[in-house]
């Protein structure tokens, strides 16, 4: 089976219920995306794409839904002993954890007052009426950002049950949030809808060598070749592709581009002083694309 086949079977199990936006534009873009590739980058590419997981508004959708009810049932979640959040960054800024905590918020049943931007706004002597803390987020590729996110917060985990909910985890990074776990003592639990491998674990020094000599063909600088941090997830979303994701998926290139774009906000024009956008894509990738 040659990679348009592939392709082909990956957009019958991506479209669910229909073809999306963003299902369509890689469709448009496929036929251009691998034109320049030989066959034993063909080879390697076909194999990973095979894995790769999009997940459209509606599937994200059932998929909170389910977890959502999952989670309740399993750690008698509800209006009296629990707070819903989200992972929020370091600057506080709104990210994608926002879409899937609102989701959750619209098909828990639970009482929307228990729904926290961040807990961090609880009184002391409420914080101590809550068992349990429900965290959202559409997906973890290291688990550093998630274990980053619990070490900023102010308040006593201890005696309290945390609940991570995402759409997919590597097994590395659920593996870094439970080793951090059992080290600070906090009980975390991960719930996901698929907990994936990395994309070239079982692969050939070879096979790594032919797939990076790909991705400088395609001037993917090296720090997002293997994905942020070396992730090497393969997943997008109809909102956005994480970029903990291999960045021959992703990362911006004029003459290919890539299936599934990596969508960027503009900077406020008075932070950046009105530099162009040539400019603040290159503090955002940290390189020209030439």
């Given at each position: ?207 790594k060598n032919v ?32 970029n903990d994701t ?45």
């Amino acid at each position: 089976m040659d990679i348009t086949d592939i392709f082909i079977e990956c957009i019958d199990k991506w479209a669910d219920e229909e073809i999306d936006k963003r299902i369509s534009y890689a469709i448009n873009s496929f036929e251009k995306w691998i034109e320049d590739l030989d066959k034993e980058e063909l080879n390697i590419l076909s194999e990973i794409l095979k894995e790769f997981n999009y997940y459209s508004k509606a599937s994200s959708f059932n998929i909170i839904s389910n977890l959502a009810q999952k989670s309740i049932e399993e750690f008698d979640i509800n209006n009296d002993n629990s707070v819903i959040s989200l992972v929020r960054k370091a600057d506080g800024k709104m990210n994608s954890s926002y879409e899937y905590w609102f989701i959750h918020r619209n098909v828990s049943g639970l009482s929307k007052n228990i729904y926290y931007d961040t807990v961090e706004d609880i009184r002391q002597e409420e914080w101590e009426n809550i068992k349990n803390i429900v965290y959202i987020d559409d997906c973890s590729g290291t688990g550093k950002q998630f274990v980053d996110f619990l070490k900023r917060q102010n308040k006593i985990f201890a005696g309290k049950t945390i609940i991570f909910i995402v759409v997919e985890i590597l097994e590395e990074a659920k593996k870094y949030i439970e080793n951090y776990a059992s080290e600070t003592g906090i009980d975390v639990h991960v719930r996901a809808e698929n907990i994936s491998k990395k994309a070239l674990k079982d692969r050939s020094g070879t096979d790594k060598n032919v797939f990076i000599r790909m991705c400088h063909k395609r001037k993917i600088i090296n720090s997002y070749i293997l994905g942020y941090k070396k992730a090497e997830a393969l997943m997008a979303f109809y909102n956005n592709t994480p970029n903990d994701t291999l960045g021959i998926f992703w990362f911006p290139n004029n003459q290919k581009a890539p299936i599934f774009p990596r969508k960027l906000d503009e900077k406020p024009g008075w932070k950046v002083y009105r530099k162009e956008k040539e400019n603040r894509r290159k503090e955002q990738y940290e390189s020209k694309i030439k």
